[in-house]
């Protein structure tokens, strides 16, 4: 059982070097999401298809927003876009889960948008909008797979303090991204750990999730969003769950 597993483990009510650290401060209240299309030199977006990619957007956070009013949260998502009429072109390398991709893109893409740093356009957001909370989400024409790049407190603020994602346009499998892997990455932004197995998490706790929260969005991922939820330790970890259980702790990946 997972509580004999764990009854050497002091609990850490609060996970402070992910939780409300960077611009994606709470997941609750208004937030503010910047959407960005890029593409590589020889392929581009198709305006119906950036169309296409901002309707999953929208699913993904309705999505979050119900999963909030369940738990009596209040959560409003608003934002912009940038890149629709015309993309930004920039040489990105294809996500392959390995735990070594690029984690400066989110400032990258922000110059390039026309913001000399993401300290910048945090302040913009807190200036000109009602939200307290802000985060980049990047969409890369091609294959991949996405992953999140949340802010630390010992990382360089003016570089990496305004927090996001990239998800590309179709996986590795060349199969069609889905509304809840963009939800999926949203939740790392503001705490989430992965429960299936990857380069920081084992194949044991992978299993053990299976058994507790088949159904939860940091496992696996659908096509159909609606028949997945987010389980009782990812709603400790963004805050949500303010009753955590000591064996929470025994699915913290490595490195977190």
């Known amino acids: 059982m997972i509580r004999s597993i764990l009854t050497f483990i002091t609990l850490t009510l609060l996970p402070i070097n992910k939780w409300r650290a960077g611009s994606a ?9 910047l959407s960005c299309f890029v593409s590589g030199p020889s392929n581009e977006w198709t305006y119906n298809e950036k169309l296409n990619i901002i309707n ?27 890149g629709l009429k015309q993309d930004i072109k920039m040489d990105i390398a294809s ?32 200036k000109n909008t009602k939200c307290t909370n802000a985060h980049v ?12 790049m949340p802010y630390k407190d010992d990382m360089d603020k003016e570089k990496y303090f305004v927090e996001g994602a990239i998800l590309y346009e179709k996986y590795l499998n060349n199969s069609d991204l889905a509304s809840a ?25 992978e299993e053990k999730a299976k058994e507790l929260f088949p ?7 659908s096509y159909n969003i609606k028949e997945l939820e987010i389980d009782e330790v990812t709603k400790w970890l963004i805050g949500w769950n303010k009753k955590p259980k000591e064996w929470y702790e025994w699915f913290r990946p490595k490195g977190e």
């Open 25 to 33: 401060y709470a997941l609750e209240g208004n937030i503010y999401t």
């Open 56 to 82: 999953k957007l929208n699913e993904s956070t309705q999505w979050i927003t119900q999963q909030a009013n369940k738990e009596g949260i209040s959560t409003q998502f608003e934002g912009g876009n940038f």
């Open 95 to 126: 996500g392959t889960a390995s735990g070594n991709e690029a984690v400066d893109l989110v400032s990258k893409v922000l110059q390039q948008v026309g913001y000399k740093n993401p300290l910048v356009f945090d302040s913009w957001v807190k």
């Open 137 to 148: 989400i990047i969409f890369m024409k091609g294959k991949g797979n996405g992953y999140a």
């Open 181 to 205: 892997s963009i939800a999926h990455e949203i939740l790392h932004l503001y705490g989430g750990w992965d429960l299936y197995k990857t380069f920081s998490q084992t194949k044991d706790r």
């Open 215 to 221: 159904n939860s969005i940091m496992l696996r991922t």
